[in-house]
């Protein structure tokens, strides 16, 4: 049988070059401060974005890093949707706003919002021009959707500042008015706060102070129908702050999770999840591999099958999928609670119309990714 080239591995014990390098890593908590072991969410991704919607749905979004290079999941806005309450979730998939204008930077920084009775608005930032860059064309937009996916972009600008880029927006809906807050720049320029009674048309409000410890990069919760909280990173790590009018807001509270970019959603009382950007890779001494060395894939042509061998040396989730050259998935594997041991797994693939696949095994720990030419 002739066998595949392999051609590109990667794992998150890669040395950092890039956000793509950063997992997503996923935790709970009873109070919203001390939080249980994380967990991967997503490798290569970043800035997420997390909401409940229509009652029995969560939804995430942020921005994705999935090879190659480019490629329509490169640097993209994706979404994730759980349907049991945050404990298993879809593959990503990314986001298409095909009437955003012609020549726009790509959407960046997502949040998301539920309005209305199903719909969806995503906020992002972008710009007319440059085609890259961060300079002060870079305003906050926004689209809706009725699946999450698919979205219709709102025409304007929903903020804008004259000089300095807007980026990472942060947007809830709070005793009647919509909410919107972004970093001012360094972390002791605190935040910008603008209001609006529809979602679309914002009005500036007085910065919110902070320290130089201390960023307001990060996402706004409702702790309750009185009392809001924004989860940011700075100083010893994540910390929020609570508020009862969105304008004076309490004493930073350190969480004891290390991170970035923090989204956090109180699914019931004593119930909260996060999800933030963790270091480059999660492999070391004190977090080891789930994964044993013995990870072996290999592509026969002749058969069309990917043959898949692993260790296991501890219980773990473990997910395979098989995508193309364009991320779009041929087939994928859930298995759960998988005890430790030895596995051998076959996939059957003959709908591959690529020249190129992408092979994929996850664990609770670690992820990894090979590329196979097709022999024709």
Known sequence: ?????????????????????????????TDGQQFDTPTIFQDSAGVPSLIRWKGDTLIAAFQWFREPKPSPTWDRVAVKFSYDNGL??????PIQIPDLPPGYQRPFDPTLVAFGSDSIRIYFSSSATPPMGLDATVNTYSATS???????????????HPTKPVIDPAVIYFKNLWHYTAPAGAPQDGARHYTSLDGLNFTEQMTLPSDM????????????????????AGGAGIWYSESANATIWGPYQMTNIQGGDPTVLKRNDNDYVIIYVGAPGTTSIENPSILE????????NASHELSIVYDLNRNSNVHISVCDILGRTIIEENKFAQPSGHYETTLQINSASTEIILATISTDKDIMTRKFFLQR
């Open 213 to 232: 410890s201390h960023n307001w990069t990060g996402n706004l919760m409702l702790e309750s129908p009185n009392q809001l909280r924004f989860y940011g």
């Open 293 to 300: 060395e013995s990870l072996e894939i290999t592509w026969y």
């Open 1 to 29: 049988l002739f066998i595949g080239i392999l051609f590109l591995t990667l794992s998150l014990a890669a040395q950092p070059t890039g956000p793509w390098n950063n997992p997503l890593l996923i935790a709970t908590s």
């Open 146 to 160: 009725a699946d999450g996916i698919h979205y219709t972009f709102d025409p304007g600008i929903r903020v804008d």
């Open 88 to 93: 298993n979730w879809t593959e990503p998939v």
